[in-house]
């Protein structure tokens, strides 16, 4: 499905078909990577609060307790916030028809090279958030915030709306963008 800038917004699950795959399986799949790659590189969404929680067991290891909080907010920055957000934004840039239909949008949408972008400035602020002083943090944690509560926000009106209970809208990806920015400001305030 390409988005038809004549066309008012149409969801994709109106164009669903209940089967064996479940109420909201698409028709037409028949173009990008076959679905076992879209799966392991669903698993890629992981990979930032995988190495968050490695970071945080080597602080541990090495210094114990002392500077913990401080130390979580630079890991949380660096991996929830910057790793993971390149990793979503790149996927936004380079697969985004396969990303679309995760999410249940339109496929073709210009909004998918924005996302992407967006993705990959957070991405390199919370990368580099480290090298910087803590004016710098409170910048990354106030946009990352923004976006990622703005985005469930946008996922929550889509479940509400457009009865869109595609697994990139209501599953891991929702809850992450409600959970991380809270995480992330608690450790800042905490800091």
């Not at 790149?90 to 697969?95: A, E, Q, T, Y």
Request: hydrophobic letters at 50%; zero cysteines.
């Amino acid at each position: 499905m390409t988005a038809d800038p004549g066309r008012p917004y149409r969801s994709p699950m109106a164009e669903s078909t209940s089967d064996a795959r479940g109420p909201a399986a698409t028709t037409d799949r028949s173009s990008g990577p076959p679905t076992l790659v879209l799966r392991l590189l669903s698993l890629t969404t992981y990979v930032g609060l995988i190495g968050f929680v490695v970071a945080e067991i080597v602080q541990i290891a090495q210094r114990g307790t002392d500077g913990l909080v401080a130390a979580s907010l630079t890991n949380a920055l660096v991996w929830v916030v910057g790793v993971n957000a390149l990793i979503i934004g790149s996927g936004h840039l380079v697969m985004p028809d396969p990303i679309a239909d995760s999410i249940g949008w339109p496929r073709g949408s210009p909004f998918q090279w924005e996302v992407g972008l967006t993705g990959l400035a957070l991405g390199v602020l919370g990368v580099l958030s480290p090298a910087f002083d803590g004016d710098f943090a409170l910048a990354v944690v106030i946009a990352f915030s923004i976006f990622y509560l703005g985005a469930a926000v946008g996922h929550v009106r889509a479940m509400v709306r457009e009865h869109n209970v595609s697994p990139g809208n209501t599953g891991f990806i929702f809850w992450f963008d409600v959970l991380a920015p809270l995480g992330v400001i608690a450790l800042y305030v905490a800091s």
